[in-house]
């Protein structure tokens, strides 16, 4: 695949200090940079394309980023050694302090990408993790994998394919992969992926997810998702979801003072009759009578 990168950066206050090393592959680009950056130096970059920064020092207590247009104040973070940024995904950059400074860029076309990851763990399951963005410092092996790279990048020894396989093992090992696409196991969702749902519906106070958020919390497409999920829990999404919210009604029934109309509105159900026939059919009483019985005098 012929390919170069497309990229909006602008940067205030940083300098190269020696000229970049790169190579084009397969549907990648490796670029390896020298810099220095002054205090108060700034940073603006924007990519159609996933791509990859490894530093290969520690820069965390100097260089700050933010993904909402370039305020500081109240939203940014630590500059860790290795970042993936998903495509489209903007970002700002502040340094504190002077500072000299290696990174390795990796720049991919987002097909080469799913070429790569799909035949190992399902096209969903590379879909998902090419839009979850990592942040990580603890490197270990991935540096490593860098330092080869940039050392084949500075002096080319050996087949293409070397670099590019260099290059799929730092994706593999940084890209936040889910572990399972769900038909590896018999069309089943795995007891992994029901706890990733179980903390997604727990974590809202209404218990309730659209199918794209619940297919998306365990990497499969929403068609899939209703299939095997069915399979797994005898349930529709929805049907589980419900019996989750009336679970939740009747927790909030017995311990706390809130009305039957108030836990409607809180669980999201239309009006307090929506409510009461849910109710009904999944405990076999109303609301009211269901609390009279368990609530003590």
Request: hydrophobic letters at 40%; charged letters at 20%.
């Amino acid at each position: 695949m012929s390919y170069w990168h497309s990229m909006i950066w602008r940067t205030e206050g940083i300098r190269v200090v020696t000229p970049a090393k790169w190579r084009q592959f397969d549907g990648l680009v490796s670029v390896f940079w020298e810099a220095e950056s002054q205090s108060g130096a700034t940073g603006y970059y924007l990519s159609d394309d996933p791509r990859i920064m490894i530093f290969f020092d520690d820069v965390s207590s100097r260089i700050r980023i933010s993904n909402h247009d370039g305020e500081f104040a109240q939203h940014h973070r630590p500059m860790t050694r290795a970042i993936y940024v998903p495509a489209g995904v903007p970002m700002w950059t502040n340094s504190k302090s002077i500072r000299r400074f290696s990174h390795l860029n990796l720049h991919m076309h987002r097909d080469r990408l799913l070429r790569f990851l799909s035949p190992s763990v399902g096209t969903s399951a590379a879909l998902t993790a090419l839009r979850r963005p990592v942040e990580i410092q603890d490197i270990g092996a991935i540096e490593t994998l860098a330092d080869l790279l940039v050392d084949e990048i500075s002096s080319p020894s050996k087949h293409a394919v070397y670099a590019e396989s260099l290059v799929g093992s730092i994706v593999a090992g940084l890209l936040d992969i889910p572990e399972n696409d769900g038909k590896a196991a018999n069309g089943r969702l795995t007891q992994a992926q029901m706890n990733k749902l179980l903390s997604r519906i727990e974590a809202r106070s209404d218990c309730r997810l659209t199918i794209t958020e619940m297919a998306g919390a365990v990497g499969l497409s929403e068609s899939w998702f209703a299939t095997v999920f069915k399979q797994t829990t005898g349930k529709t999404p929805l049907q589980w979801q419900l019996g989750k919210r009336i679970g939740l009604a009747q927790k909030l029934l017995a311990e706390s003072e809130m009305t039957v109309a108030d836990i409607a509105a809180r669980l999201g159900f239309s009006d307090q009759a929506h409510f009461t026939k849910a109710f009904r059919q999944l405990a076999g009483d109303t609301p009211a009578a269901w609390r009279r019985v368990r609530q003590p005098r």
